[in-house]
């Protein structure tokens, strides 16, 4: 199905998209049909910079157990991170 | 049998009067013969759904498939512009309706065109044939799998429940889907036999088991190649019985 299913977050930071390095303020995660990841449905997140137009766009399509693991380490990494670095 | 075709990038005139991308594949025969209007999926105007048109083409049908995602992403590839509309909600329904008509205006105005036109359509696409053939004088429509015909809206979306329109129904309509499905799950289904049969419109349903969503997908691990193969030999015969000159 077609879920539809998204959580707009505003970032800030920058990603390597098709044409380079791109300053991202926008993201998107969503789960629903994967463009080329080998399952029904996927966890997707898009990064983007919408001033650039639709093609700024960095996108990763993951199982639902790795995005899992992912978000994880992320905030794993985050916790064990010395205080005071910006 | 003379096969020769031609498949090409077109602009059309869309809702509103926008021109808009489309892709149009026909045999390069006097005719006549039918039009057939494909609505691709929520993942966009893309490369297997292109394959699909030309499929049509090779058939003997004239084909065109609107970009629906173009004024969101004029000239972006199909999965960027298919990722910008889906975080928009989807295409509005007025806008689908608006550029289906344009379509088979296109098809209606091809020199070897017999006048009939049908719709077909995956995944979102599905639910949107059958709009376009409750809001226009279609000869057929084709639902491959389309979620939210019935049932429960997804809030949000466009993506609003359309089967209360069934009277409006203009031509005979093929469903197809898998009885695995949860979205169109086998109770929607019903759900849109039911309306079918109070309004006395004529239509033929299969779901096959053993097949979920996007079971026409070569390219996704969806493909059920026994219901695709069958899928495919319903469609044509209901073309080919409604189509026809």
């Not at chain 1, 390597?16 to 399952?39: C, N, Q």
């Not at chain 2, 949107?128 to 949000?156: I, K, M, N, T």
């Not at chain 2, 898998?178 to 979205?183: E, H, L, P, S």
Request: some cysteine.
């Amino acid at each position: 199905m077609c879920t539809y299913l998204t959580e707009k977050v505003e970032i800030s930071g920058s990603g390597k998209g098709a044409t380079g390095w791109i300053s991202v303020t926008d993201a998107s995660v969503y789960l629903d049909h994967p463009v080329h990841a080998p399952f029904g449905h996927s966890l997707n997140i898009d990064f983007l910079a919408p001033e650039l137009g639709p093609s700024a766009r960095v996108a990763v399509e993951l199982s639902q157990e790795s995005a899992r693991a992912l978000a994880k380490a992320i905030e794993a990494v985050l916790e064990s991170a010395p205080p005071g670095l910006e | 049998m003379y096969d020769a075709m031609i498949a090409e990038t077109v602009t059309i005139t869309g809702h509103d009067g926008d021109a808009i991308e489309a892709y149009s594949a026909r045999p390069l025969t006097p005719g006549p013969v039918g039009g057939v209007v494909v609505i691709h999926h929520m993942p966009g105007y893309d490369d297997s759904t292109k394959e699909i048109a030309r499929n049509f083409a090779f058939h003997g049908y004239n084909v065109i498939m609107p970009n629906l995602y173009w004024r969101e992403a004029p000239g972006a590839s199909s999965d960027d512009a298919a990722a910008t509309a889906r975080a928009q909600g989807g295409v509005p329904d007025d806008r689908l309706v608006g550029d289906v008509a344009g379509a088979m205006a296109y098809l209606k105005g091809l020199s070897n065109a017999n006048g009939k036109v049908a719709t077909i359509g995956y995944c979102s696409g599905g639910r949107q044939s059958f709009l376009a053939g409750v809001s226009l004088d279609l000869d057929a429509a084709v639902d491959c799998y389309g979620a939210f015909v019935a049932g429960p809206a997804r809030e949000g979306t466009t993506m609003v429940p359309i089967v209360d329109k069934t009277p409006s129904l203009s031509c005979p309509l093929l469903g197809l889907f898998g009885a695995d499905d949860q979205y169109p799950s086998p109770e929607h289904v019903g759900l849109l036999e039911d309306a079918l049969k109070a309004a006395g419109k004529t239509y033929e349903f299969h779901s096959y088991e053993g097949a979920g969503h996007a079971f026409f997908s070569v390219n996704r691990p969806a493909y059920r190649v026994e219901a695709a193969n069958d899928g495919w030999q319903r469609i044509f015969a209901f073309y080919g019985k409604y189509l026809s000159a």
